[in-house]
């Protein structure tokens, strides 16, 4: 008889624990280059996966704004600020789903996921 497998289910405090990794590394997967962490520590779990391609979807985003904002200059200035302004509530709404324990694809950008193949 496997002993870890009858403690985890008999103990709630460890279920719990996994529980709260599984939002800890969620809500990383929307703070731009933290995702790194999620990906390497819990990408197998589908709960996590579903956050990880969320949240690339923002880095990719954030990649793309930053370097218009390289290449551009400061004549789109605030057309550069309002996407970041953007981003950031963008991943603010991702970081709710994920405490609220939904998975729900964020408001203009999230079906951009679909196209991550993790």
Do not use: C
């Amino acid at each position: 008889m496997d002993t870890q497998n009858s403690t985890t289910e008999k103990n709630p405090e460890n279920a719990r624990g996994l529980r709260d990794k599984k939002t800890l590394m969620s809500v990383l997967a929307y703070v731009g280059p933290l995702i790194i962490i999620s990906y390497l520590t819990t990408k197998d779990d589908p709960t996590v996966k579903y956050h990880i391609k969320q949240g690339l979807v923002l880095v990719v985003l954030e990649a793309a704004v930053w370097l218009a904002d390289e290449m551009l200059g400061s004549f789109f200035w605030p057309v550069i600020q309002l996407a970041h302004f953007a981003l950031i509530v963008l991943s603010i709404i991702g970081i709710v789903n994920v405490l609220n324990g939904r998975q729900k694809e964020l408001p203009f950008v999230g079906h951009f996921s679909e196209k991550f193949n993790i």
